[in-house]
């Protein structure tokens, strides 16, 4: 506790918006694994460890969520804070015959939050809504296709803790290569000596990735990477508009997996899942999809401890 306490004066958290993984490097998430870890020490022993008692933390929620929404009020609860805002933008005056700008309901929810966790269905909105934040600070819940930073650190952590490190791993990612879980997933990657393959479904492959991600290597079939690869992360289909996007999309179920890989390979997901994991991967050792969703309380109450000093 006193070595971290001694680092976080020069860290990239605290007081700081969260809005993209291109703000953080090994030394940051580092310290965020470290935080996460001390984290789960306390929730594993029952300590009543409540560091933001009297803060409040703001959900604007202008798009949907379960997990991104309910593992930060979580975190915020569990740390001591309290909540409040909307999970459904049309219950503000944004809705109805008022439509009141997006713009004016983002100022507000700053004024009376020390944290606001925002999701938006338009790409680059939660940093927006940081130049408009006089006091809080911003978290980037999920912007269109631009990043979900939250997101990357609960899975980079939780590769962390399942393999012990990141580098030297090798991750296969399905489906689609376009979607902000990917986009934020190759940006935490950037700094780690990791083989990155992808395979995409029809009209799914990557496009105008950020700078600097690490190259995805395309042109494998699917039996062969599953023989060499230790993570396969499955991103999200359901954006997809039309049936036919996604009749070549990957379904990862127990027979492919056994078939095809020697080793003990983790199947990862962000979820929501619509067909990409099958159920019968649920309770088997490849499944570390349930993994990450228990590790986004943890992972978020660190950071939260991170961006509040404490």
């Known amino acids: ?85 909307f999970a459904d933008a049309t219950v503000t005056r944004a809705g109805g015959t008022t439509q009141e700008s997006d713009d004016d309901i983002a100022r507000m929810v700053s004024l009376y939050g020390d944290v606001v966790v925002v999701r938006h269905p338009e790409t680059g909105w939660p940093a927006h809504a940081a130049s408009l934040s006089e006091a809080a600070m911003v978290i980037n819940g999920g912007d269109g296709v631009g990043e979900h930073p939250t997101q990357t650190m609960v899975d980079l952590y939780t590769m962390h803790r399942r393999f ?28 780690f000596d990791c083989t990155v393959y992808g395979l995409s479904a029809s009209g799914k492959d990557a496009a105008a990735l950020p700078e600097g991600v690490p190259p995805i290597h395309t042109g494998r079939d699917l ?47 962000p979820l929501p899942r619509k067909g990409e994991v099958d159920t019968d991967l649920d309770d088997t050792r490849f499944a570390g999809y349930w993994e990450q969703a228990d590790n986004g309380v943890p992972v978020r109450m660190a950071l939260l401890r991170l961006m509040f000093g404490c």
């Open 164 to 191: 012990g490190g990141l580098d030297g791993l090798r991750i296969l990612i399905l489906n689609d290569l376009r979607m902000r879980c990917v986009r934020s997933l190759l940006l935490g990657l950037r700094h």
């Open 1 to 85: 506790m006193a070595t971290l306490r001694a680092t976080r004066h020069a860290d990239a958290f605290t007081g700081r918006h969260v809005l993209s993984m291109g703000d953080y490097h090994p030394r940051d998430l580092d310290l965020l694994f470290r935080t996460a870890d001390e984290t789960r020490s306390d929730l594993a022993s029952g300590r009543d460890h409540r560091p933001l008692a009297g803060r409040l933390l703001m959900s604007a929620f202008f798009d949907k969520s379960t997990r991104t929404r309910l593992a930060h009020e979580t975190a915020m609860i569990r740390l001591g804070g309290t909540v409040a805002g």
């Open 223 to 269: 039996d062969s990477l599953l023989s060499e690869v230790d993570i396969v992360y499955s991103s999200p289909t359901v954006a997809a508009e039309r049936p036919e996007d996604s009749l070549d999309r990957v379904t990862l179920n127990r027979d492919l997996l056994r078939r095809h890989s020697g080793h003990d390979i983790t199947v990862m997901h």
